[in-house]
């Protein structure tokens, strides 16, 4: 194993630990595993990453850029009405529900079960979560407006499918797989139809 150039090597370390996390959790994941995953040596983990707690920061800041460029680009902006763009959303979600476990759930949901005892993990994990539920608010608050909706904080109701999704993922590890989280997502889908009151499109 080598050390790699200095950009390369956190590259790698990085990549290798969130294929890692994901399959298998935070805590079973060490550091040793890491490094023989990015192909470096041990030495050059702890110059890039001080702990393993510190790799988990930089891993959910790193998810964070990824998967915020994943929704950026999405299709589910394109609508006109606010409610298409939220009821395309949470299709679009469902359409990422493919392959093993650990190709569709969530890096930073599974980080923070495991290491939400260390304040620094789970403030990235948070910013991660619930900085995502933010980008829903706006498209939010604009549906109810259009259709007069009131009593519902957008904010919440943002944080709320995130917490469907968030649990989706655990009954997904825990057996139920692709079927556990499609299912949730075709409830929520429901849960936003009625709320909307909109005949006819609570189906999935």
Not at 72 to 83: M, N, T, V, W
Not at 94 to 119: K, N, P
Not at 173 to 191: F, I, N, P, T, W
Request: aromatic share 6%.
């Amino acid at each position: 194993m080598s050390a790699g150039g200095r950009g390369d090597g956190r590259r790698r370390l990085l990549a290798a630990a969130t294929r890692l996390v994901r399959e298998q959790g935070f805590a079973a994941t060490s550091v040793e595993a890491i490094c023989r995953e990015a192909c470096v040596t041990k030495g050059a983990f702890f110059h890039h990453f001080p702990s393993k707690e510190a790799l988990g920061v930089a891993a959910a800041e790193n998810w964070s850029d990824m998967t915020g460029r994943l929704f950026a680009e999405a299709p589910y902006h394109e609508p006109a009405d606010p409610l298409d763009r939220v009821l395309a959303y949470i299709d679009f979600r469902r359409s990422l529900v493919a392959g093993e476990v650990a190709d569709y759930t969530c890096l930073v949901g599974t980080i923070v079960q495991e290491a939400h005892g260390c304040d620094a993990v789970r403030a990235a994990c948070a910013a991660s979560i619930y900085g995502h539920a933010r980008t829903l608010e706006a498209d939010l608050a604009e549906a109810m407006q259009a259709r007069g909706v009131t009593g519902v904080d957008p904010a919440g109701l943002a944080r709320h499918m995130q917490a469907v999704l968030q649990g989706s993922f655990i009954l997904a590890k825990a057996g139920g797989g692709q079927a556990a989280v499609s299912e949730a997502l075709d409830h929520l889908r429901r849960y936003v139809c009625l709320m909307f009151s909109i005949p006819g499109r609570s189906g999935a």
